[in-house]
């Protein structure tokens, strides 16, 4: 279904990047929903981002333990970085994958129906771009955020609205909402080794319960073709035009911050919370009264 589009959605922002490291990647996405509760953003339009990660990394979620998350020798020896997401769920081991993110206003259309009503639009703006590409997938019906018994892998079993190939898992997402505002961003896996994903968490990885979009398609797409389906996927669902940008100078110093004094940090890292040394180092208003979520 095409949505009409509307004067305050009828053209989004669109950022294309280059690949990151996951501290990188995530103070990014964490800055552009900051930028939606500032004064200037209050009547700024929804941004999609698009991205990658180098090097590899695996990024735990907000409340996971990170002692049950991953293994420090195993990360070391591959090359394989550790990052925090701001937002909840199990681990994911981004690596051969397209990544997006998803920030918008609460308080107006598109997304002024409920976190289960924001996660199926998306879904259905994914369900398009994949079937562009000529996927078979489906629709996951399970309540956001419900997983398997302290499972420590995003990608065992589906929440609400996401995509399946073949009964398996094909895109883990993940949202947050603070005030006004929400971040969504999630995995599309080109491929996935469930063997190096194991090794990475310290544990088994059923393979048996995801895959990769390289297995739905019978083929690798291009990041460029993905890219332009997804772009092509969210027009669809929303009725926008998304229009190439550039983050703003704000953005762009809040994620540098961000990075350094949040994502890079040890107590973070291992506890999902900021420090008292970060918070006195850091440069004021970082981690002030007004961001909530930390």
């Given amino acids: 279904m095409v949505h009409k589009p509307t004067e305050a959605s009828g053209v989004w922002r669109l950022l294309i990047e280059p690949d990151a490291d996951g501290a990188t990647n995530m103070a990014v996405d964490e800055s552009l929903l900051d930028a939606c509760l500032q004064e200037e953003g209050r009547d700024a339009p929804p941004t999609l981002r698009l991205y990658g990660w180098r090097p590899p990394t695996l990024s735990l979620g907000k409340g996971q333990s990170a002692e049950s998350g991953h293994a420090p020798a195993y990360l070391a020896a591959e090359g394989i970085d550790l990052v925090r997401r701001p937002t909840g769920g199990q681990a994911v081991l981004h690596e051969h994958e397209r990544t997006y993110c998803v920030v918008g206003r609460l308080d107006r259309p598109p997304f002024d129906g409920g976190v289960l009503e924001t996660y199926r639009a998306i879904s259905e703006a994914l369900r398009h771009a994949l079937e562009r590409l000529g996927a078979d997938v489906s629709t996951a019906n399970h309540t956001p955020g419900e997983r398997s018994a302290d499972g420590p892998v995003c990608f065992n079993v589906p929440s609400s609205h996401e995509l399946l190939y073949a009964g398996r898992k094909l895109i883990g997402s993940a949202q947050m909402r603070r005030r006004e505002a929400f971040l969504q961003h999630g995995s599309i ?24 979009l390289a297995e739905a398609l019978g083929r690798e797409p291009e990041k460029s073709e993905l890219d332009a389906a997804l772009v092509a996927g969210f027009e669809q669902r929303f009725g926008v035009k998304l229009e190439p940008g550039s983050r703003s100078a704000r953005e762009t110093q809040r994620s540098t911050a961000l990075r350094c004094w ?24 970082l981690f002030g009264t007004a961001r909530t979520g930390l």
């Fill in 189 to 212: 896996p080109i491929r996935l080794d469930a063997a190096r994903l194991g090794g990475a968490i310290g544990a088994p990885a059923d393979g048996s319960s995801f895959a990769g």
């Fill in 262 to 285: 949040k994502y890079l940090s040890t107590s973070w890292t291992r506890h999902g919370r900021i420090g008292d040394a970060e918070r006195a180092l850091a440069p004021p208003g």
